[in-house]
């Protein structure tokens, strides 16, 4: 589950739990009725989101097990997350993620479909284990990571090689925006910045409807009607 705090005109969102946040159905749904609580706030357009998580895991992926004991999960599963990154894409404010664990396949992605990645250097990868479990990736991953990583030898390293990637390594890729020596400091550098944003006074709106232009071809391949069945069978790492 998440909970969500409202901190003057932050949102901050946190996976709670020690565990690995797998993006099971039900998480899935709480994390978007969080968002579409933020949405409908007053202040949302002059606000800024952040999400985080407690222990070892920023979200280790689709929840695998359960897919296994019943398969028709996969596609809800991929479903329901193509469905909360395009609200996290469409969200009227600029939105932050403090990773302060391991984030990998589909928890990549979640990290990615904000607008800056802020990261621990102390503990945590960013992983697209896809090759090391031989499953071609999702399109709208592709497109994604397409979008997201502006360097063809970076995408290739996180793609090509299932490179487990650092705080600092990230910096040298252009994933990560910035790095702190824990998870307590990760996340008061993602209010530091939380907070300047808002000091801004960007219309949330118009940031929004830009994003959703820069962002437009993923979208577009979010809504195709491509079957994951298959590919998103082993989506989650082996850490």
Known sequence: MCTLEKRGQLFLLKLAGDG???LNPTLLD?????ITQIRSDPSSSQSVLITTSDGKFFSNGYDLALADSDPSLRVVMDSKLRSLVADL???PMPTIAAVTGHASAAGFV???SHDYVLMRRDRGFLYMSELDIELVI?????????????SPAARRDVMLTAE??????GLEMGIVDSSYGSAAE???????????????GVDGHVYGGMREALLKQVLHTIGSN??????????????
């Open 20 to 22: 690995e946040h797998r």
């Open 164 to 169: 487990k990637v650092t705080a600092e390594r």
């Open 138 to 150: 999702p399109p709208w991953f592709a497109a994604m990571i397409r979008m997201k990583i502006g």
């Open 226 to 239: 491509e079957s994951v069945s298959n590919r998103m069978r082993n989506s989650g790492s082996k850490l």
């Open 110 to 112: 979640l990290a990615m």
């Open 30 to 34: 709480s994390i978007t009725s969080a």
């Open 89 to 91: 894409i469409s969200l």
């Open 186 to 200: 990760t996340v008061e550098g993602a209010v530091k910045l939380g907070e300047e944003l808002v000091r801004r």
